[in-house]
């Protein structure tokens, strides 16, 4: 059987940990090269290596997606070294969620939070899939092949995360980006599709695994009874990105042990 991805390019910002390494891996076994882009250049290098090692083209890339000149330098490296760009997955993000601490600043109700708090998550989580996407999106135009963008959104998008309600905000951002682009997009053969994982064992979550009561509470919400891996997400993203997801445009898939459908 041929490989999903073969000689297909992509692009995945986030890629040095967690979700988007998983996925970069999870491409590169069928068959993509691999664009990987993170604030942390070393642990880049480190996904990059297991790209390579499965015989696949992978280039480490530094950015800070939330600033408008690198992403448009990262796209243009991208296209420049790998020839061009056929899957994004935008999973860059950050959240201040730091259950059991005490006291912890940036977490509170949103009577209470501070402007700078606030615009840190929306600047990574929503400009900077905006303007990931927005580069993409003109390479791909450009190309004139159709493409594949796949945001990284949450299960926040449905639920409201009291604590950290700029989170839930960023996220719901992003699945209605990715809806307006998905309609914008069509007529040029590009899909554009958000994930919104539940609660996925990644470096994002270590710390609330630390929290055992929030962690009990959290995992009985989950139907399924356990957190996701990442494997589970890069499995939805590969799908998005494959043949057999072609058909789906503007939605919002949830690998979440069944947490949002309550
Ligand atoms: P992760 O392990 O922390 O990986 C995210 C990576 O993105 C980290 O290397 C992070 O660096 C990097 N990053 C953050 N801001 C960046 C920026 N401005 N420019 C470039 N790179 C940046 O987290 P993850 O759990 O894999 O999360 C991936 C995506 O899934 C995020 O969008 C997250 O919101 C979403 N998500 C996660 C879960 C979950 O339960 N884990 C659930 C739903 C959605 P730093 O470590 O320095 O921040």
């Not at 076994?29 to 015989?55: C, Q």
Request: with cysteine.
């Amino acid at each position: 059987m041929s490989l999903r991805l073969e000689g297909k390019n992509a692009l995945i910002t986030g890629g040095a940990s967690g979700i988007g390494r998983a996925t970069a891996v999870r491409f590169a076994e069928e068959g993509a090269n691999v664009f990987v882009a993170d604030r942390h250049l070393a642990a880049a290098e480190e996904t990059a290596a297991k790209v390579r090692a499965l015989g696949r083209k992978a280039v480490a890339h530094q950015v800070d997606t939330s600033a408008e000149k690198e992403v448009a330098a990262m796209v243009d490296r991208c296209v420049a070294e790998l020839g061009g760009v056929d899957v994004l997955v935008a999973a860059a993000g950050i959240s201040h969620a730091r259950y059991g601490e005490e006291g912890n600043p940036a977490m509170g109700p949103l009577a209470e939070k501070p402007l700078a708090d606030w615009k840190k998550v929306l600047s990574v989580n929503l400009d900077g899939v905006f303007l990931t996407d927005r580069e993409v999106a003109r390479v791909m135009i450009k190309a004139g092949k159709g493409g594949r963008i796949i945001n990284i959104s949450s299960g926040a998008a449905k639920l409201p995360t009291p604590g950290v309600g700029e989170y839930s905000v960023s996220k719901a951002g992003v699945w209605m980006l990715t809806k307006v682009l998905a309609v914008e997009l069509a007529p040029y053969g590009i899909t554009a599709n958000a994930i919104g994982p539940g609660f996925i064992n990644t470096p994002m979550t270590a710390n609330i695994q630390q929290a055992e009561g929030f962690m009990k509470q959290l995992i009985e919400r989950v139907p399924l009874k356990k957190m996701g891996e990442p494997i589970d997400v890069a499995n939805t993203a590969l799908f998005l990105a494959s043949e057999e997801g072609r058909y789906y445009t503007g939605s919002i898939l949830h690998p979440d042990g069944g947490v949002v459908m309550q």
